[in-house]
T-cell receptor, first 114, second 113 residues
Framework: GENVEQHPSTLSVQEGDSAVIKCTYSDSASNYFPWYKQELGKRPQLIID?????GEKKDQRIAVTLNKTAKHFSLHITETQPEDSAVYFCAASIGGDSWGKLQFGAGTQVVVTP | AAGVIQSPRHLIKEKRETATLKCYPI?????VYWYQQGPGQDPQFLISFYEKMQSDKGSIPDRFSAQQFSDYHSELNMSSLELGDSALYFC????????????FGPGTRLTVT
């Protein structure tokens, strides 16, 4: 079935350093790839997304890259700050006409230490 | 800006009871999604509705049912509750005109005792 794998499961970085989270997917029909940030007990918050016709997208300190051939996409956070500490989930749309059904990765716990 | 509203925020039920969770999407959003998230796990897709019709189905137990009403709000009905149903239940909404961008509500924490 459809599968999204996410690595690493935990990531500890010093404030000011960069963080990179990688995901792979299996459904070749996937065409939408969002990233969510979730703080403990709170809702997943959409932070950036990318569609299959784009290779890279950037929003301030956050960037996402997509390699459709290799079926992997990555989240890059530069100049990390303590408030970036959270669980980050990647996701991929399932099926080309699936009305946005998402398969999530298992999540990455990011800890930014001052 | 208006966000997705969910009620109740917390719910405690006993085994074999029923529960109804409500979701009010962002204004002008026509698609609603329901997710279940266990502790330390990723959100699992349950079911979605577009223009009041079921559009996709995921790992939703037969004991659960859902619908979307004419005002686009949605309700998730859960019967014969089991201890394993304890989880955070999120509703998300999107606009078919801006396809796929899903915005999550604050969630309903369901505890089954």
């Amino acid at each position: 079935g459809e599968n999204v794998e996410q690595h690493p499961s935990t990531l500890s970085v010093q404030e000011g350093d960069s963080a990179v989270i990688k995901c792979t997917y299996s459904d070749s029909a996937s065409n939408y790839f969002p990233w969510y940030k979730q703080e403990l007990g709170k809702r997943p918050q959409l932070i950036i997304d990318i569609r299959s016709n784009v290779g890279e997208k950037k929003d301030q300190r956050i960037a996402v890259t997509l390699n459709k051939t290799a079926k992997h996409f990555s989240l890059h956070i530069t100049e990390t700050q303590p408030e970036d500490s959270a669980v980050y989930f990647c996701a991929a749309s399932i099926g080309g006409d699936s009305w946005g059904k998402l398969q999530f990765g298992a999540g990455t716990q990011v800890v930014v230490t001052p | 800006a208006a966000g997705v509203i969910q009620s109740p925020r917390h719910l405690i039920k006993e085994k074999r009871e029923t529960a109804t969770l409500k979701c009010y999407p962002i204004p002008r959003h026509d698609t609603v999604y329901w997710y279940q998230q266990g502790p330390g796990q990723d959100p699992q897709f349950l079911i979605s509705f577009y223009e009041k019709m079921q559009s996709d189905k995921g790992s939703i137990p037969d004991r659960f049912s859902a619908q979307q009403f004419s005002d686009y709000h949605s309700e998730l009905n859960m019967s014969s509750l089991e201890l394993g149903d304890s989880a955070l239940y999120f509703c998300a909404s999107s606009s078919s005109g801006i396809s796929y961008e899903q915005y999550f509500g604050p969630g309903t924490r369901l505890t089954v005792t």
